[in-house]
């Protein structure tokens, strides 16, 4: 797999259109909802994010550990949802302006994006450090001409996998029952 750093979002406009390619060529995305303390509530803006996104939700855990990024804080609660890649859920996606926004306290932390259960764009907002993992040149091309800075790293990187096949297939069955 082929690493590619994602190094800026010049506009809305180009952080739209790749919110829109990233929905349409995944299969799911994940957030990490932060709260200070098990006890401590999600602040507004977490809740009305999770309120958004709850159809499209297709399993979560606590965690320590998410693409590219590993925490040892043991007080502070992070929880990794991860929701259907439905082009329905493009204007709650749309809310912020740029990749690096989310983040804490505003928004959920860390938005990935994933194709046959591996995380194929992986966001560590705080650290303003975005990738893109593809064995695809085309997929690089296609974000280069949305307007995105995406530079060829490293080659033969091993990549985050989460499988959710058994989940996604339950989604998929639920909404054409609808």
């Not at 958004?52 to 550990?65: F, G, S, W």
């Not at 693409?67 to 082009?87: C, H, K, L, Q």
């Not at 992986?122 to 990738?131: D, I, K, N, Q, V």
Request: net charge negative.
């Amino acid at each position: 797999m082929k690493e590619y750093f994602v190094d800026e979002i010049k506009n809305k406009k180009v952080y739209d259109n790749f919110i829109q390619y990233m929905l349409e060529h995944s299969d799911f995305f994940s957030v990490v909802y932060f709260r200070n303390r098990k006890d401590s509530p999600l602040n507004k803006y977490l809740k009305n994010y999770k309120k958004a996104l709850r159809p499209y939700i297709l399993h979560a855990e606590n965690t320590r550990k998410w693409p590219n990024t590993e925490t040892w804080d043991g007080r502070s609660v992070y929880r990794i949802a991860f929701y259907y890649a439905d082009m329905e859920c493009y204007d709650i996606l749309t809310r912020v302006n740029d990749i690096f926004e989310w983040h804490y306290p505003r928004a959920p932390m860390d938005l990935c994006f994933y194709k046959n259960g591996y995380c194929w764009f992986a966001l560590t907002a705080h650290e303003e450090m975005a990738y893109l993992y593809t064995d695809n040149d085309r997929d690089a091309e296609a974000l280069r001409n949305l307007g995105l800075e995406v530079t060829y790293t490293e080659d033969n990187v091993q990549v985050f996998y989460y499988d959710l096949t058994k989940e996604m297939n339950h989604y998929r069955t639920k909404r054409s029952n609808q």
